[in-house]
């Protein structure tokens, strides 16, 4: 707060007093400072390490584990990988209660990581664009009350901010949403209500959070994507998918292409190169769509889960990253994939926290391109 | 999962008539309204020129005196209030009101425990809280869960907002 404090411009000083309680009351949090200006670009140099982690689904417990599995948080559960760069491939929402907290503490590690030289990229899921466009066949009860109590307290602070003359007056949350909904239980309708608010386009949450999402992005020689990117999507352009899906979110434009983001050929829908089956993947079109997208050799997925853990196919040019970790997936152990192209020689690691690998310590790494990855078990702390 | 989404509203977010309403001055409330631009002119000009020598508490317990807050320093929670407040314009943390974790959590609980300790309506007049509650809906449609949160028979759709707004 570098300006000086009068009455004239407390009411700016009561504003960023309220978002910080009501930061504090939904999450238990403090948020440091953003960096300025906002990061929002479609791909990024090598960095030193690159860490990617999966579909979160609510589960705030084991994204920390995952994390820490990592090294990239300390037991106070700050950031702690340096310059190292996080990719979490989306799938934060659905299936979980602790959905707002991951979104939380993933801004709070963009922030910190921003500071120590280091890079968080989060990104759009399937369940993302499922609630900002209202498909909540996902949602948990849990879930619900999440986002009333977020609800709650974004209204008493909109509620303090207003009683300090001068304020602006801002707009109603709740502004066009019905009370209640066919099929849909009254005791469950305000958990609805709160979660279109802070989900539909321009609502809070999506602004605030989501519309920092990539949806597809170039790390080094990886391409990252929740679902897959087929060869119309590399010809329709990276940097402008990534672009109209956040117009879409922040409500600068009302609507996003369909084949984009919904349907089963859609960046955070398609399963061609994920399927658990690998002779069902589609290595030639993935091949093909690599070679479309300068300096790519390999796609990192999520978006299907992989009961065996993190593996590769198509010659480790399909890496598929989802362990359905969440309590509300199949509780699957937390793993993380790890990749070092900086020196050279790609190294490509799964760090796991599946005790059968135990005693594989040092054999874990491998170089890129020989057979399977080798999972190299990381204790995780309690 | 694996079902093609179509987009249920074109437009779920309706920005426009209401904002008019809320832009434009409104008359009658004027005189409920607490102090005017040159009353608050006037304070920080008060203020202005010793502030330089005031220590930083000075400074935040100064601003506690401001017209615009006395509302909020008054009713159920308005000690909690001040306390919380306090703490965080004097915080210096990088994570600027972290070292008020104590004053944070008692005006939690007592907000909670006396919801309407900061109501919104105290400076509107009564009109424009029943004009907001006739506010029509768009037509949302969503798809709910299948589980525990879907009834069984259909409910006929409200068309009017009669939920408290925010």
Redesign the interface.
Known sequence: ?EA?????N??N??S??VD??VD??VAGI????PPSPPLFQTSFPSPDRLIAIGDLHGDLLKSKQALRLAGLIDSNDRWSGGSSTLVQVGDVLDRGGQEIKILYFLEKLKREAVKSGGNVITMNG?HE??NV?????????SG?DEFTNW?DW???G???K?????SE?P????????????????E?A????SR?AAL???GPIATRFLSKNLTVVVVGESVFVHGGVLPNHVVYGLERINEEVRDWII?LK??VA?SLV???NSLV?M?KFSNEVAKDCDCSMLEHVLSTIPGARRMIMGHTIQEGGINGVCGNTAIRIDVGMSEGCINGLPEVLEINEKSGAVKIRILTANPVYQNKNDSGEIKEGIGLLIPQQVQVEA | MGQDQSKPTDSPVPIPKRSESESEPKPESESSTPPSMESLLAEATAYGNKDKDLSMEEKAQKALECPCIQNLRSGPCGSQFSDAFLCFLMSTAEEKGSECVIPFVALQRCIQTNPNAFPKDVLENDDVAKEEKKKPVEDYKIIPPRSRVQQSERVVFNNLVSEPSC
């Open positions: 707060m000086e404090m009068n009455c004239n407390l009411p000083f009561l960023s007093f910080t309680f504090f009351c403090f948020l440091p400072d399937n664009i499922m466009d209202g498909d909540f066949r996902f949602v948990t009860p619900l609800a974004f209204c008493i909109n509620n303090i207003r009683l300090c003359d001068g007056k707009r109603d949350l709740y502004d066009g949403i019905p009370s209640s909904f066919p099929r849909v239980k009254q469950y305000k958990g609805f209500r279109i539909r386009p321009q409500g009302d609507k369909s919904r349907g089963r829908w399963r």
